[in-house]
Structures are given as C-alpha cells and as structure tokens.
C-alpha cells in the first residue's frame, strides 16, 4: 500500500529560526495536506495543496506540492513558541476520501 | 475550532467489551470519517461515510463498524474489544469533491 516518510523525526530548534520538513511518497497523491496536532487534541488543517508545483503560504507557513507528485514540504518561518507540537503530512487521491498520514515530525522551540 | 465534536473524550473499558463513539459534523460538510491514532503514530483511516453508506474502508476488522445519521453525525462502534485498540479515535468531517477534512479533538479509548 502507499506509504509516506516524514523527515526529520523530531527537531529542536532556537526561537527565530526557520524550519524546514518534508514528505516522500512511494506513489503519488493528487492533494497533499499538512497538519499540526497539539497534545490532547485533534490534528488541525494548516494547508491544502492540490497541483503539482503549488506553493501555498499561510501566514509563516508555506508549503509545496513536488512536481512529480511524490512528496511536499512545509517551511515555518521565524518559529515562536506556539508552533510546538506534531506537524503531520498527508496524501489523498480522490478529494474528499481518506487520508494518508506521515508519521510526524516533532517541533520544540526554545525561548 | 473546527465545529467538529466528538464523545467522550476519555473512556475506559475491559477486554471483550464493546465501546460507542459519536462524532457531531461541522455544519455544511457532508462525509464522516474516522480514524486510529496509536501513541506515537499518525492517524489510520478506519473507514468513511457519505449519504448514511460506508464509501470506502481501512485495513480493519468487521468488529469496527459505523453509522452516519440524517444529521450528519455518526457513530463509531467496535466489539470484543482487544488491548490494541486502545488509541485515539479521530473523527473528520469534509465535503465530497473538495479535499480538506477537519478533525474532532477525539476520544481515548483505554482497553484494560
């Protein structure tokens, strides 16, 4: 079946600094999703990607969906405390139908 | 928030029980899914619902089984229970045709 890495596992990083994850997919996906999940809580949709090529910002967050339909990646910019938690990739082929799920790249911040 | 609402949020039970989970759907989304979450570990699809029908399902057993209601809402139900369905149990709702899916805060089952 298709499965997605996520890289880096878990990163730990000085408040400002830029970070960068990825995702890599053994098929391709026609939308590309990135979520981040809190402790005690439910994933929350960060950004929605849905051509090859896109490049999608929300606020510090930008995200891109790779040519070849095989991976995405998510830069955070000038990282602040709150962006601490799990960032999550996933893969969908019909919109709408079910997601499949990276296995998290953990993010500490340091003040 | 997402409008999505799920109950209970904590829940115990024993080997061999059956457990019910509900999902209220953010108003104007039309698919209900659920998902697994094991401790360490990315969401898996169980399966989905569109129009009260199970539109296409996970690598799970018949024990987990579902229902979607007029309203929208829906009900996740597992019998016999094992140790290894103690997870988090995800519900998100969506819009057929349109790929955003937004997740409920989830229910943590805890099988003793």
């Known amino acids: 079946g298709q499965q997605l890495n996520q890289s880096p596992q878990s990163m730990f990083i000085q408040e400002g600094e830029d970070v960068s994850m990825n995702c890599t997919s053994s098929s391709i996906f026609n939308t590309w999703l990135w979520y981040k999940q809190e402790p005690g809580e439910g994933p929350v949709l960060l950004i929605a990607?849905?051509?090859?090529?896109e490049l999608t910002s929300n606020g510090r967050l930008t995200a891109q969906f790779g040519i070849t339909r095989k991976d995405s990646f998510l830069n955070i910019s000038a990282s602040i405390p709150s962006d601490v938690g799990i960032y999550f990739c996933?893969?969908?082929?019909?919109?709408?139908?079910?997601?499949?799920f990276g296995q998290g790249t953990e993010l500490s911040v340091k003040p | 928030e997402t409008g999505v609402t799920q109950s209970p949020t904590h829940l115990i039970k024993t080997r061999g029980q059956q457990v019910t989970l509900r999902c209220s759907s953010q108003?104007?989304?039309?698919?209900v899914s659920w998902y697994q979450q094991a401790l360490g570990q990315g969401p898996q699809f169980i399966f989905q619902y569109y129009r009260e029908e199970e539109n296409g399902r996970g690598n799970f057993p018949p024990r987990f089984s579902g229902l979607q209601f007029p309203n929208y809402s829906s009900e996740l139900n597992v019998n016999a229970l094992e140790l290894d369905d103690s997870a988090l149990y995800l519900c998100?709702?969506?819009?057929?045709?349109?790929?955003?899916?937004?997740f409920g805060e989830g229910s943590r089952l805890t099988v003793l």
């Open positions: 108003s104007g989304h039309n698919t």
């Open positions: 998100a709702t969506g819009t057929r045709g349109t790929g955003e899916l937004f």
């Open positions: 996933a893969g969908q082929n019909n919109q709408g139908g079910k997601l499949i």
């Open positions: 990607l849905y051509k090859a090529g």
